[in-house]
């Protein structure tokens, strides 16, 4: 299965909002509820922020939203704090009980 | 608190083997699937494998299907990744991690695994 694909860079001023698009195919983004989004810190593990597209796990400031439009999934970071600066994956399941990943993108707060 | 910590990792020669484990405490580690994903230096992340479980079912990666096996013992809270034929391009930090629905909900800090000869 191939990567999902992320731009590598955003950036963003504080207070301001930056989208983080993700995209894939009929076979994976498209065709199932199970994308999900993770913000990882420098020498850090993951962090869940979206799962099922959209849906925000209980400590997730609700700053980071998600959503979908066919094949392209997007992770919206709204009122932008300098802790947000980050690298952010998007991940779907891609049927037959494998899973993909994105190549992620570094988000800088300007 | 869920708590994933994973061991093992070090460095290689291509063609030898390393076993991975990952000790789970803070929930009841019989009651969930569980993945190993990995993240080469300075690259995104690539999912390995992932058990279900009860270890009835296991689905890997095509990168690493054959050479690299998942397994868990629930006696002892623990996940295991056995890497046979290692190669260069399976260095990489390992993260065990915790499979919901769909998604994966609590990752380990991660193990370095570093293959060179």
């Known amino acids: 299965q191939s990567a999902l694909t992320q731009p590598p860079s955003a950036s963003g001023s504080p207070g301001q909002s930056v989208t983080i698009s993700c995209t894939g195919t009929s076979d994976d983004v498209g065709g199932y509820d199970f994308v999900s989004w993770y913000q990882q810190h420098p020498g850090k593990a993951p962090k869940l922020l979206i799962y099922?597209?959209?849906k925000g796990p209980s400590g997730v400031p609700d700053r980071f939203s998600g959503s979908r439009s066919g094949n392209t999934a997007s992770l919206t970071v709204s009122g932008l704090q300098a802790e947000d600066e980050a690298d952010y994956y998007c991940?779907?399941?891609?049927?037959?009980?494998?899973?993909?990943f994105g190549g992620g993108t570094k988000l800088t707060v300007l | 608190q869920v708590q994933l910590v994973e061991s093992g990792g070090g460095v290689v020669q291509p063609g030898r083997s390393l076993r991975l484990s990952c000790a789970a405490s803070g929930f009841t580690f019989s009651n969930y699937g569980m993945h190993w994903v990995r993240q080469a230096p300075g690259k995104g992340l690539e999912w390995v494998a992932v058990i279900l479980y009860d270890g009835s079912k296991k689905y890997y990666a095509e990168s690493v299907k054959g050479r690299l096996t998942i397994s868990r013992d629930n006696s002892k809270n623990t996940l295991y990744l056995q890497m046979n034929s290692l190669r260069v391009e399976d260095t990489a930090v390992y993260y065990c991690?915790?499979?919901?629905?769909?998604?994966?909900?609590?990752w380990g800090q991660g193990t370095v695994v570093t293959v060179s000869s």
């Open positions: 991940s779907s399941y891609a049927g037959f009980n494998k899973w993909v």
């Open positions: 099922e597209v959209s």
């Open positions: 991690a915790r499979y919901q629905h769909g998604f994966i909900d609590f």
